[in-house]
């Protein structure tokens, strides 16, 4: 049965929404007025109910079929907008950044910019938290959203990114910082490579580059206002949705990762053929790293420019071969990242995260900040970049342990970094199985954590 709608205020629920239950799986559903539909696993058939002020609430069964129509509860579900972006959204950022260039001045600073000030070495009170891979599959709310669109629809569309880029922000308030939903074979793709994500497998290309010869299929100089300014709307309309209360990181992978991919025609448990081309191929493993590098400076600008003011390279292939051989092939394009980056936005900050790799080549770097994977204990970290604000690294499996043993292991890690010139995060990005439960964890040990 439905609530009585004659006892609720009049509100007019948003024709796509979410339902967010305080725990369990979040509900897509569809409104019309105050009503809304709701159809789920959880529910024996559909349902309708009534909201007001943004909240619904739900008959929800404790199982489904016969258990569920035996037992019910009224579930409170904050109901969440899909909200749309304007349709000349291309047209406001491209305003808003030609009036930022011609000003010459940093963005205006988010309500909360503990990240920057950590970032650039600055005095904060308590280090700043985020997690990588924070946006997506963990969360049943995103999962929700996938079942009604493809993955890289989602990357596509602004409303789509800005709203799972928002998600953990709505469960997790005290976040200091978002990082737009997006994946690095977004450049790959802009330079011809179709990609698709299969169930089970990952992203898989439509070719891949097995011989150097298969290079003349790409394009090495791909616009990128044009081949990915749907990442930079999603960029700007999800700074507009959170109302600048918190920064927007945004990312690009780095030239080794994304060749490895390439290589490999998609998402592999081991680079082999990509490492193989640095022996067999060097010359060509060049040209293909510098094309690489050149797009990433382009699609990191227009990050920045779309209000992203902290942008970071992950180069989670890092580990893959030699730190000498890593030093010859992919450190100089790393560094000249950052530096063309900060030379053309000179108020930009910078990140790298060169995981599982050895730290100490980014000291000397024009990175503001370098990430450290799990691998590394925080005073090796301090010894290899003591002029760096550091990142991390909270091993990711801690977090389907209880509260109080990731509580113990986030202080520890903390302390043992030092508040100052820290960010604190994992180790490497959140996984599909994780409960929502460690990461809540995780940003309470950090909270609590006095000067």
């Known amino acids: ?72 509860k009224l579930v409170p579900c904050r109901v969440v907008s899909i909200e749309p972006p304007p349709a000349d959204l291309r047209e406001q950022r491209l305003r808003v950044r030609d009036e930022q260039l011609a000003a010459g001045s940093p963005w205006t600073p988010p309500a909360n910019d503990r990240l920057l000030r950590a970032a650039r070495g600055e005095p904060v009170d308590k280090p700043p938290k985020w997690m990588m891979r924070q946006a997506g599959r963990y969360m049943p709310e995103y999962r929700e959203v996938l079942k009604q669109h493809d993955f890289f629809e989602v990357c596509g569309r602004p409303e789509l990114a800005a709203e799972v880029t928002l998600q953990p922000f709505r469960r997790y308030p005290t976040l200091d910082s978002l990082i737009i939903f997006c994946d690095i074979l977004v450049i790959p793709v802009a330079m011809g490579m179709g990609c698709r994500m299969v169930p089970d497998v990952g992203p898989t290309f439509d070719f891949a580059i097995k011989e150097p010869k298969d290079m003349d299929k790409l394009n ?54 990509a490492k193989k081309w640095l022996y067999l191929y060097p010359e060509d493993s060049r040209r293909l790293l510098q094309a690489l590098r050149d797009i990433i400076v382009e699609y990191l600008v227009g990050q920045y420019d779309a209000g992203a003011p902290l942008l970071t390279v992950f180069d989670t292939n890092c580990g893959e071969v030699p730190p000498s051989v890593y030093e ?77 043993t990731i509580k113990a292991r986030a202080e520890r890690m903390a302390n043992e970094f030092g508040f100052q010139r820290y960010i604190a995060n994992l180790g490497h990005g959140m996984l599909p199985t994780h409960p929502v439960e460690g990461p809540q964890a995780f940003m309470e040990a950090i909270d609590s954590l006095a000067p």
């Open 1 to 72: 049965m439905a609530l009585q709608p004659t006892r609720l205020a009049v509100w007019t629920a948003p024709a796509t929404t979410l339902l967010v239950p305080p725990e369990g799986p979040a509900t897509v559903a569809r409104a019309n007025g105050q009503s809304v539909s709701v159809q789920s696993s959880k529910l024996p058939k559909q349902q309708s109910c009534f909201a007001r002020n943004a909240v619904t609430f739900v008959l929800v069964g404790h199982a489904v079929g016969r258990a569920a129509r035996r037992q019910r």
């Open 220 to 273: 090495l100089k791909p616009n990128a206002d044009e081949a990915l300014g749907y990442v930079f709307d999603a960029i700007y309309w999800t700074k507009t949705r959170v109302d600048n209360k918190v920064p927007v990181i945004g990312f690009s992978g780095a030239p080794w990762t994304l060749m490895g991919y390439m290589v490999e025609g998609g998402a592999v448990r081991s680079f082999n053929t």
């Open 328 to 404: 010859e092939f992919c450190v100089p394009d790393l560094k000249y990242i950052a530096a063309e980056v900060k030379r053309r936005r000179p108020h930009a900050l910078m990140s790298v995260f060169p995981k599982d790799g050895e730290i100490s080549a980014f000291n000397d770097s024009d990175y503001d900040v370098v990430g450290i994977s799990w691998t590394s204990s925080p005073q090796e970290a301090r010894r290899q970049c003591p002029d760096k604000t550091l990142q991390g690294n909270l091993d990711p499996f801690v977090l389907y342990a209880d509260s109080s």
